[in-house]
T-cell receptor, first 112, second 111 residues
Framework: AQSVTQLDSHVSVSEGTPVLLRCNYS??????LFWYVQHPNKGLQLLLK??????LVKGINGFEAEFKKSETSFHLTKPSAHMSDAAEYFC??????????FGKGTRLSVIA | DAGVTQSPTHLIKTRGQQVTLRCSPK?????VSWYQQALGQGPQFIFQYYEEEERQRGNFPDRFSGHQFPNYSSELNVNALLLGDSALYLC??????????FGPGTRLTVL
C-alpha cells in the first residue's frame, strides 16, 4: 500500500527566504504525487502534480517540486516566501485510480 | 462556477445521534469522494461515489454511509455518533481527468 511521510510538522521561514517542505513516499507502482495547500477555513487547493512526465514539476504561486525516484522523495520548494504562503501543506500519493493518500501535513509559518 | 459546495458549514451533535452532510460537485463533475480530517491530521478517504454507486471505500465502519443523486450531488450519513467522529469532513469532486477539487468542508463537533 502506498504512503507518504512529511518529515517536518512545522517549518518557519522569514519573508523573502527560500521554502523547503520535505516529503518521502512509498509506492509499489508508478505513483502520482501531489502537493495540496489548505488555508484556514478554506478547501484544499492543488499546488502541483507529478504523473510520470517531467521530474521537475512547476505549480501555482511559484512553487515547484522534484520527483526523485532513487530517493523516493518529492520535496516542495519556493525561492522566496510570501506572507500569503502561510498555510498547511499536504503531500499526497495515488496509484492509478486508487484513492488519494495524504501525509499528516506541514504547517508553514512566514515571519515578516 | 461555484466550485464544490458543502452544507452545513458547522454542526454540533451529541453522542448517539445521526448526522447528514451534503455536497454539490463542481459543474461537469460526476464523481464525489468524501474524506475525514481529524484535528492535526491529513484527510483520510471514506468512500467514493460514481453513477450513484459506491465505487471505493476506505477503512471506515458501516456507520458511515453515503448516497449520490442523479444530479451528482452527494450525502454522507453517520449513525450512532462517537466523540471520535468529531472532524472536518471534506467533499471532493472529479471527472475523467481524476483531478479532485475540494470543498471548504463541514466541521462536525460531537459532544
Amino acid at each position: 500500500a502506498q504512503s507518504v511521510t512529511q518529515l517536518d510538522s512545522h517549518v518557519s521561514v522569514s519573508e523573502g527566504t527560500p521554502v523547503l517542505l520535505r516529503c518521502n513516499y512509498s509506492s509499489s507502482y508508478s505513483p502520482s504525487l501531489f502537493w495540496y495547500v489548505q488555508h484556514p477555513n478554506k478547501g484544499l487547493q492543488l499546488l502541483l502534480k507529478y504523473t510520470s512526465a517531467a521530474t521537475l514539476v512547476k505549480g501555482i504561486n511559484g512553487f515547484e517540486a522534484e520527483f526523485k525516484k532513487s530517493e523516493t522523495s518529492f520535496h516542495l520548494t519556493k525561492p522566496s516566501a510570501h506572507m500569503s504562503d502561510a498555510a498547511e501543506y499536504f503531500c499526497v500519493v495515488s496509484e492509478g485510480n486508487t484513492p488519494l493518500v495524504f501525509g499528516k501535513g506541514t504547517r508553514l509559518s512566514v515571519i515578516a | 462556477d461555484a466550485g464544490v459546495t458543502q452544507s452545513p458549514t458547522h454542526l454540533i451533535k451529541t453522542r448517539g445521534q445521526q448526522v447528514t452532510l451534503r455536497c454539490s460537485p463542481k459543474s461537469g463533475h460526476d464523481t464525489v469522494s468524501w474524506y475525514q480530517q481529524a484535528l492535526g491530521q491529513g484527510p483520510q478517504f471514506i468512500f467514493q461515489y460514481y453513477e450513484e454507486e459506491e465505487r471505493q471505500r476506505g477503512n471506515f465502519p458501516d456507520r458511515f454511509s453515503g448516497h449520490q443523486f442523479p444530479n451528482y450531488s452527494s450525502e454522507l450519513n453517520v449513525n450512532a455518533l462517537l466523540l471520535g467522529d468529531s472532524a472536518l469532513y471534506l467533499c471532493a469532486s472529479s471527472s475523467v481527468s481524476n483531478e479532485q477539487f475540494f470543498g471548504p468542508g463541514t466541521r462536525l463537533t460531537v459532544l
